[in-house]
């Protein structure tokens, strides 16, 4: 089954932009009516309670569609060639960075929006770099992503499971380190900070990092063009005072930026993760996942 869904994705990538764009998210609208939406739509409730019924219902089903395209470009990234990538992903912000490399370590912050792999893939046409990726259980899977991560540049890539010795060693290497620590990998490692006003466990792995190399936090977020013919990478200042000596305060502060972007593009963020799912000892909450 996966192999077809592959070859489903090779044949899809030699169309336009614009019919993979519709066709993404015609299956994106499928998935949600056939009830596929369902940890995405206790994240979204849980999230925006000032929203009525029908405000987030119709924001988890443009999620679902926008998530559908997401799926089918990643043909594109896979197999295009770096011209047509660079056409249907810009880059924005490159100012905010440029003054940086090969001068200090760097951390980009890439959180999980619906088009974080092709900002990914995008700057690596014109930028070598380090990145963190979960290990996938398939070897099939795993060796094609990490195949179509590097193949433009020499992009090091670092298991999570391998924990942090890697990405130290990347940036002690001058490379661009890009980490996407949003999601909840659970409690061990973790801490306890707001997101949408629940206690999410997050890992200050941005802290961290940047506390033991030195390195400079530098936002990276990519957002779906408005007028739907591709996606924009943006690159954001690098933040001013961070870390502090307190990871709980430098996580916090990662966690309402991160909010603050969801809130500009709700629709856009990825909602299917159970983000909710470990609970501070003795605190009670509204967030049930099946």
């Known amino acids: 089954m996966l192999r077809l869904g592959v070859a489903f994705l090779w044949l899809i990538h030699l169309l336009p932009f614009s019919v993979i764009s519709a066709i993404g998210r015609g299956l994106g609208a499928l998935a949600y009516h056939l009830g596929q939406a369902r940890v995405a739509g206790i994240n979204i409730d849980a999230c925006f309670p000032e929203a009525s019924e029908p405000e ?3 924001l988890l089903k443009t999620h679902f569609s926008y998530l559908g395209e997401s799926v089918l470009c990643l043909g594109l990234l896979w197999w295009a060639p770096a011209e047509r990538i660079a056409r249907f992903v810009q880059v924005e912000g490159a100012e905010n960075y440029l003054p940086y ?4 370590p760097v951390i980009g912050f890439a959180p999980h929006f619906v088009g ?3 900002g990914t893939i995008r700057l690596a046409l014109d930028y070598e770099a380090a990145a963190i990726y979960s290990r996938q259980k398939d070897p099939y899977l795993n060796e094609l992503l990490l195949r179509s991560r590097t193949r433009f540049k020499p992009i090091t890539m670092i298991a999570r499971q391998d924990g942090l010795r890697g990405a130290l060693r990347a940036l002690r290497q001058g490379l661009t380190l890009y980490v996407l620590p949003d999601m909840d990998m659970g409690r061990e490692g973790s801490v306890f900070v707001p997101f949408f006003g629940i206690p999410a466990a997050t ?5 961290r990092l940047a506390g033991i ?10 957002r779906r063009r408005s007028d739907g013919k591709g996606y924009i990478v943006k690159i954001y200042e690098a933040w001013e005072n961070f870390p502090t000596n307190d990871a709980i305060t430098d996580t916090r502060r990662m966690n309402e930026f991160l909010e603050a972007r969801v809130r500009e593009m709700p629709e856009q963020y990825f909602w299917a993760h159970k983000r909710f799912r470990t609970r501070p000892d003795g605190v009670s909450t509204k967030v049930f996942y099946p």
């Open 101 to 104: 490399r090969g001068k200090q």
């Open 213 to 222: 190399s030195g390195a400079v936090v530098i936002p990276a977020i990519t």
């Open 56 to 58: 987030r219902r119709r």
């Open 203 to 207: 890992v200050p792995i941005l802290s």
């Open 116 to 118: 974080v792999e092709m």
